[in-house]
């Protein structure tokens, strides 16, 4: 039998990359535009020793701020591809980049669907899992809303809550672990993993 493939799920936004702040909006919000995209200074080596550890990277992101009408579908794909490029020149390539763009109340029919991709739902990760034969037991989701744990926990993955700068997305879940931060989260995961 083949080994068994381990992989570390990724929120994106407020893991990977703060959200940004709309002053219009008094809102924090996913980064809009590659404008107002940074990267977590840090990140990029934690996830090079984790893949050196032999994880699989796989980031799964709820991105409903098209079919919210914030931005546009092009915007969603400049934000996303300059965040692979960013991190690509880090030195750091996920094994699969997977979001979800639907909201169950958009005004854009196509995207307004109940779907089982956005989290809490499991879907992306399911469907991680069937792409890459990933081990779902012994994998983990670092996340810093509840809606990231309770998709992990649907999945069976261990879960982990980073501290978050939003008010009002978290505290309801019952998170396996708790992390300031990624950097965090990366020693509990590789320390986990030799004992
Ligand atoms: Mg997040
Ligand atoms: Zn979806």
Same mark, same amino acid.
Request: contains cysteine; aromatic residues 6%.
């Given at each position: 039998? &083949?080994?068994? /493939?381990r992989a570390v799920f990724l929120d994106? &936004?407020?893991?990977? $990359? ?13 980064? !809009?535009?590659?404008?107002?995209? #940074?990267?977590?200074? *840090? @990140?990029?080596?934690?996830?090079? /020793?984790?893949? &050196?550890?032999?994880y699989l990277?796989v980031?799964v992101? $709820? ?10 579908? =092009?915007?969603?794909?400049? @934000? ?5 490029? /960013?991190?690509?020149?880090? *030195? ?8 979800? /763009? ?8 196509? !995207?307004?669907?109940?779907? &089982?991709?956005?989290k809490p739902?499991p879907?992306m990760l399911l469907?991680a899992a069937?792409?890459?034969?990933i081990d779902l037991r012994s994998s983990w989701i670092v996340g =810093?809303?509840?809606?990231d744990i309770w998709a992990g926990e649907k999945a069976g993955c261990t879960t982990v809550l @980073? ?6 997305? $978290? *505290?309801?879940s $019952?998170p396996d672990y ?7 989260a990366?020693? !509990?995961i590789?320390?986990a #993993?030799?004992?």
């Amino acid at each position: 039998m &083949d080994e068994l /493939r381990r992989a570390v799920f990724l929120d994106r &936004d407020g893991v990977l $990359n703060p959200q940004a702040y709309y002053a219009e909006r008094d809102e924090l919000d996913s980064p !809009l535009a590659t404008e107002d995209l #940074r990267v977590y200074e *840090g @990140v990029a080596p934690c996830l090079k /020793r984790l893949r &050196d550890a032999g994880y699989l990277l796989v980031v799964v992101t $709820n991105q409903p701020a098209y079919a919210k009408q914030k931005t546009t579908a =092009d915007d969603l794909t400049a @934000v996303r591809e300059a965040f692979l490029a /960013r991190f690509r020149e880090l *030195g750091v390539e996920f094994d699969l980049y997977l979001s979800c /763009r639907h909201h169950p109340q958009s005004a854009i029919p196509e !995207l307004r669907q109940s779907c &089982d991709c956005r989290k809490p739902m499991p879907g992306m990760l399911l469907r991680a899992a069937r792409e890459l034969a990933i081990d779902l037991r012994s994998s983990w989701i670092v996340g =810093d809303r509840d809606t990231d744990i309770w998709a992990g926990e649907k999945a069976g993955c261990t879960t982990v809550l @980073v501290r978050s700068l939003e008010q009002g997305h $978290n *505290g309801h879940s $019952n998170p396996d672990y708790r992390c300031g931060d990624l950097a965090e989260a990366c020693e !509990l995961i590789l320390g986990a #993993r030799s004992r």
